[in-house]
């Protein structure tokens, strides 16, 4: 009988601690912003693809007409029979690595823009060199008249 109680009171204990890790757990995700980090994810996912899209349709193209004709992203050095160094596809690669950047600075840059605010006029304290809204009639280091 008392080796029932024994059992019936670990299984209590481990409810208790999974509960406790549980609620520990959620805590954990709340205090660093999983779900805003889950929401950046799928977000940047879905802007990927976008990107991916107007390198693709848009821009690749364009850069198929400057480059020479034929099937240069099949181009390679044999070194020895079937080992190659597929230099074309490399290129190929690098083009689009650089198209794809150039087109999220192009995003980014245009957002930020939109957003940036001029920052506040400051002025320097005399007293410790602390730099104060240029409005401020006292300094909030050092708490001297200005």
């Known amino acids: 009988m008392e080796r029932t109680a024994v059992v019936g009171g670990a299984g ?3 409810r208790k601690r999974a509960s406790g890790l549980a609620r520990e757990f959620r805590d954990f995700l709340l205090k660093h912003n999983f779900l805003g980090l889950a929401v950046a994810v799928v977000l940047g996912g879905a802007v990927g693809k ?4 107007i390198v693709e349709d848009v821009v690749m193209p364009i850069v198929g ?3 020479p004709g034929g099937d240069w992203r099949n181009a390679q050095l044999v070194i020895s029979g079937a080992n190659a160094i597929k230099y074309g596809d490399l290129v190929g690669r690098t083009i689009e690595f650089l ?4 087109v999220v600075f192009a995003i980014v840059r245009s957002v930020l823009e939109r957003d940036a605010k001029p ?12 730099s104060i809204p240029a409005a401020a ?10």
């Open 99 to 102: 198209v794809v950047a150039l």
């Open 119 to 130: 920052p506040a006029p400051t002025r320097t304290c005399p007293e410790c060199l602390e």
């Open 12 to 14: 209590a204990h481990a």
């Open 137 to 146: 009639r006292r300094c909030r280091a050092c708490a001297s008249a200005i």
């Open 50 to 53: 976008v990107v991916a899209g």
């Open 65 to 67: 007409v400057v480059l």
